[in-house]
């Protein structure tokens, strides 16, 4: 199958576009460097993507597009025959997005439906959408499954665009039976490639976790500050359902996998009674706390981590984790990597590439 990935020059995109490969896959990478994480090189190539290429000794043809750029866009679909799409490219980060609402809403939503209504053009008729476990607000249950409610007490905008955009693919889904919807919600992606030449290149200081662990333990960052040590979990510090990228790639690949053989045209009636869509959870259902994530990468790394205590983050709630069973199921997919592992390969990305990709 041919394959336009969008955003594939991110830190997601970028070891999807490889676990692709390396399933035999073809693709055509677009990105429009906005989260900048992916820095290019003279000619304006990726270089996280031209890195993917080294790895796995594959063609990955790249081309500098903004989602968002009708004319771009359609380009791209007149010159290309697509099978599908994995649409990765969305800005962010929680807290800029509330800051800048409008820019979240238009780039996120605009780029999406320029998206869908290429495909609709141009006959291409299966979407994977990357969504986020951020859909589901305040988890109102533990663990969270993929009929646990969604849409409410959602606190940034970030979160209600990928919120609507599952709406808009569910209901695309219905009025085209003939599509296949596959909505991947994402708990915390960490780590990195074993080989160390791809990771996360957060731009400026990091918002995320792990890579603001990471690059205090490099040194790069003096301290880090625990968003509240009073929640309701092992420690008092929040919990989350983190999962190693290369896992998560790997869920995208089964997506594709699932639709490549027909499954989907069981149309089985999925978690939420969405004919044609089907919508998973990708996480590997254990919950680590701030501190415990602090001690592992302290073991592996053999660096000192300072930290300090401060306020919780708005919104900020205690636990969050999900039940990964019916990825499992349905896509033969489930989590490999534990926490040793994702600490093991984010170290060895850091340490090989402390100004990441700018070096
Ligand atoms: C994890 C834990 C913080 C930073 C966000 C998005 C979600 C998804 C993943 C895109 C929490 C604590 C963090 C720090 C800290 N992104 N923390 N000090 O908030 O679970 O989810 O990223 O899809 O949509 O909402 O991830 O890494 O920001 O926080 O104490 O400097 O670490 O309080 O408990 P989060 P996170």
């Not at 399933?23 to 429009?32: A, E, K, M, Q, R």
């Not at 900048?36 to 003279?42: G, K, Q, R, Y």
């Not at 790895?55 to 290309?80: M, S, Y």
């Not at 009929?147 to 569910?170: A, F, R």
């Amino acid at each position: 199958m041919h394959l336009l990935v969008t955003g594939a020059a991110g830190f997601i995109g970028s070891h999807t576009v490889l676990e692709l490969l390396n399933s035999g896959y073809t693709v055509l990478c677009i990105d429009n460097f906005a989260n900048a994480i992916s820095v290019t090189d003279e000619h304006g190539n990726a270089i996280s993507l031209k890195r993917v290429a080294v790895i796995t000794g594959k063609e990955v043809p790249f081309k500098n597009v903004d989602v968002c750029d009708e004319k771009a866009l359609e380009k791209i679909f007149a010159e290309n025959k697509f099978d599908g799409v994995i649409h990765l490219a969305a800005l962010k980060a929680v807290g800029e997005s509330v800051a800048k609402p409008l820019q979240y809403y238009s780039n996120n939503l605009v780029a999406s439906l320029n998206l869908i209504q290429m495909c609709l053009k141009y006959n291409v008729k299966n979407f994977v959408f990357s969504s986020s476990a951020t859909v589901y607000g305040p988890p109102s249950e533990l663990p969270i499954t993929e009929k646990s409610q969604t849409g409410q007490g959602i606190t940034n905008p970030y979160g209600q665009t990928k919120y609507m955009m599952e709406q808009i693919l569910i209901d695309v889904g219905k009025a085209n039976p003939d599509w296949n919807v596959v909505l991947l919600r994402y708990f915390n992606p960490v780590g990195a490639h074993k080989s160390g030449l791809i990771g996360e290149d957060p731009k400026g200081v990091p918002n995320n976790l792990m890579p603001y662990v990471s690059q205090v333990a490099i040194g790069k960052l003096p301290v880090l500050t625990i968003y509240g040590d009073k929640f309701d979990t092992i420690d008092g510090t929040g919990v989350r359902d983190y999962i190693h990228v290369v896992d998560l790639a790997k869920g995208h690949v089964k997506a594709f996998d699932r639709i490549k053989v027909g499954k989907m045209k069981e149309k089985l009636k999925n978690t939420v009674g969405n004919v044609g869509t089907e919508i998973y959870n990708l996480g590997t259902g254990v919950g680590y706390s701030v501190r415990q994530m602090v001690d592992a990468l302290k073991k592996v790394s053999g660096r000192d981590i300072p930290v300090k205590i401060g306020v919780p983050r708005p919104g900020d709630v205690a636990s969050v984790y999900c039940d990964p069973s019916l990825a499992h199921e349905k896509l033969g997919w489930r989590a490999e990597n534990g926490l040793e592992e994702m600490c093991a390969d984010l170290w060895n990305w850091q340490t090989k590439n402390p100004q990441g990709f700018s070096a």
